[in-house]
């Protein structure tokens, strides 16, 4: 199978990254499993230039295939915010426990028809010298709950409910996840234009 770096110390991230990638023939090999990479400070201003430069740094670090990926909640009613600091929004050493704390917090006494939120998850595969090859980014919309509502995913999970499902990503099963969310949606457009890269150049290791 081909290897390709992810960019990402998210265990869990990185299997359901894992799990969109495998049907392809590629195998995923995590950042965090290389000793000599330090990490990227994230300080693009939109996830699209945050996900280039995990990509970048990591392939050219190691002089491999990498894949970039930032993604976060954007809720209406807070202008957008968590944002790009969704994985930090209650500080540099935040859990997801304490992020979703400071969320509902900001969410006190919004009903819920202006709760409406999307998940935003943006791509970028760099080769073996950090050139940018493949970019794709997806959103999905849902509502944020007031309540956690199972305990599959991670991050803000049970709180984003898919309003066709009446479940929240923390109830839903990760074969119907796979489907539905950003990840799933942006992965679905980058993977079979990346297998077709693998096929076509020669150089890809």
């Not at 770096?5 to 392809?24: H, Q």
């Not at 304490?98 to 028809?113: D, I």
């Not at 073996?128 to 849902?142: D, F, K, Q, S």
């Not at 007031?146 to 499902?165: A, T």
Request: hydrophobic share 40%; with cysteine; aromatic share 8%.
């Amino acid at each position: 199978m081909t290897k390709i770096v992810v960019a990402t110390r998210n265990r869990k991230k990185l299997g359901e990254i894992a799990e969109l990638l495998a049907p392809y023939g590629l195998k995923t090999l995590c950042v965090a499993d290389f000793s000599d990479v330090p990490e990227t400070l994230e300080d693009g201003s939109t996830f699209a230039e945050n996900a280039t430069k995990k990509a970048r740094e990591v392939a050219k670090r190691l002089g491999r295939w990498a894949i970039g990926e930032d993604s976060g909640l954007c809720v209406d009613a807070l202008s957008g915010r968590p944002g790009l600091f969704s994985a930090r929004y209650a500080g540099e050493h935040a859990t997801d426990d304490l992020n979703n704390a400071k969320l509902q917090s900001e969410l006190a006494g919004v009903p819920e028809a202006q709760r409406g939120a999307g998940y935003v998850c943006s791509v970028a595969l760099c080769d073996a010298a950090g050139n940018v090859r493949l970019t794709e980014e997806a959103t999905c919309r849902g509502v944020i709950t007031s309540e956690p509502r199972g305990s599959n995913g991670f991050g803000y999970d049970p709180y984003f409910l898919i309003p066709e499902y009446h479940r929240t990503f923390g109830e839903l099963p990760s074969i119907v996840k796979r489907h539905l969310s950003h990840r799933a949606r942006a992965f679905a457009r980058l993977t079979p234009r990346l297998a077709t890269l693998v096929r076509q150049d020669a150089a890809f290791v």
